[in-house]
T-cell receptor, first 112, second 115 residues
Framework: RKEVEQDPGPFNVPEGATVAFNCTYS??????FFWYRQDCRKEPKLLMS???SGNEDGRFTAQLNRASQYISLLIRDSKLSDSATYLC?????????????FGQGTRLTINP | DGGITQSPKYLFRKEGQNVTLSCEQN?????MYWYRQDPGQGLRLIYY???????QKGDIAEGYSVSREKKESFPLTVTSAQKNPTAFYLC??????????????FGPGTRLTVL
């Protein structure tokens, strides 16, 4: 079993739709969680951290379920510019240098 | 502007040659990382370093070597022992903090192609 698993997609949705991604992780000791966005042939960039209480940033909402060991990302009112690959990332500890573990990414295409 | 730079952006190498990828950061970050990304896959950790003159192997270190002689520099050498070196190589850095999950900032990457 992979340490971090995502549905690779691709997801093709119309502009304005709501889309949700899930990600599961196997290491129950994981402490920090992130969603990164990666555009085609570019480097990953942090989209948002994921906190235990859940957090929202504009059209994006991230949630964490520690009991079931999954993380979700919800994108509302999707825009063409949201087309990218979304990477789920977990790390086993907060202190010290982190070894981030990446999922394989979920590819999203927003259609006009 | 603070950031991470990688060079070159594209690199072509003949089989059997060693090649060194550059990574420099002026963010005063303590930790630096090298990842490899293959098409349709996530990032896999090659090596990381928390402090100058110290580094640790990641999940796929075989065929690679690194050095950390300066805080701002973490070059990666892809040796001829690496069986399938064609990939997208990403360097990242982060601070080492106590109470938060620290964001890793990535450089723009180097695409290595072995001919």
């Amino acid at each position: 079993r992979k340490e971090v698993e995502q549905d690779p997609g691709p997801f093709n949705v119309p502009e304005g739709a709501t889309v949700a991604f899930n990600c599961t992780y196997s290491n129950s000791a994981s402490q920090s969680f992130f969603w990164y966005r990666q555009d085609c042939r570019k480097e990953p960039k942090l989209l948002m951290s994921v906190y235990s209480s859940g957090n929202e940033d504009g059209r994006f909402t991230a949630q964490l379920n520690r009991a079931s060991q999954y993380i979700s990302l919800l994108i509302r009112d999707s825009k063409l510019s949201d087309s990218a690959t979304y990477l789920c990332v977990v790390t086993p500890r907060i202190q010290g240098a982190q070894k981030l573990v990446f999922g394989q990414g979920t590819r999203l295409t927003i259609n006009p | 502007d603070g950031g991470i730079t990688q060079s070159p952006k594209y690199l072509f190498r003949k089989e059997g040659q060693n090649v060194t990828l550059s990574c420099e950061q002026n963010l005063n970050h303590d930790a630096m990382y090298w990842y490899r990304q293959d098409p349709g896959q996530g990032l896999r950790l090659i090596y990381y370093s928390q402090i100058v003159n110290d580094f640790q192997k990641g999940d796929i270190a075989e065929g690679y070597s690194v050095s950390r002689e300066k805080k701002e520099s973490f070059p990666l050498t892809v040796t001829s022992a690496q069986k399938n070196p064609t990939a997208f190589y990403l360097c990242a850095s982060t601070t080492i903090g106590r109470d938060r999950g620290n964001e890793q900032f990535f450089g723009p990457g180097t695409r290595l192609t072995v001919l």
